[in-house]
């Protein structure tokens, strides 16, 4: 079985863990493009991020979480938003299925290079026009729109 991701769905399952809040990363390039990565645990894309440890706060977990994926070494720049629609749904092949809950940050590269991981394949800058090229994560498909809207404001979603 895959993992598999849903958004406002009406067949979704029901959360069966405790919420464990997140933090993911908007990586730029010059071209405003969108760092996103494949996913090795199935057909999905995604940007940079995952769930909190104890005793991090949400930018720390989005630059160690951005340098575990990617092999970037990033800076928080700002708060894009705040993700959490109880319809945003993660089930995992263990069984386990997640509510996400995401403070999703503008990221700025300081150093390292794009690489590898155990969760990761192969990278991509993706544009505006690409989004519906790319099988993205729902919830990651509203926060790239949200980045490219420039919003001084955070968004709550």
């Not at 010059?30 to 706060?57: A, H, Q």
């Not at 705040?82 to 749904?89: A, E, K, R, T, V």
């Amino acid at each position: 079985m895959e993992e598999r991701f849903y958004y406002d769905e009406l067949l979704a399952p029901r959360p069966n863990v405790p919420l464990s809040p997140g933090a993911a990363a908007i990586v730029f390039d010059t071209e405003r493009r969108i760092l996103i990565m494949k996913r090795t645990r199935g057909p999905y894309w995604c940007i940079p991020g995952g769930r909190m440890d104890l005793g991090e706060s949400a930018q720390d977990c989005c630059v160690r979480e951005t340098f575990e994926e990617t092999g970037l070494q990033t800076k928080v720049v700002r708060l894009i938003g705040l993700y959490s629609n109880p319809g945003s749904i993660c089930a995992y092949p263990d069984g386990n299925v997640h509510q996400s809950y995401i403070a999703l940050f503008e990221s700025r590269v300081v150093g390292g290079e794009l690489r590898e991981s155990f969760e990761t394949g192969h990278f991509r800058w993706m544009d505006q026009t690409e989004l519906s090229s790319y099988l993205l994560l729902p919830d990651n498909v509203l926060c790239c729109q949200d980045a490219w809207q420039r919003q001084e404001a955070a968004f709550i979603r």
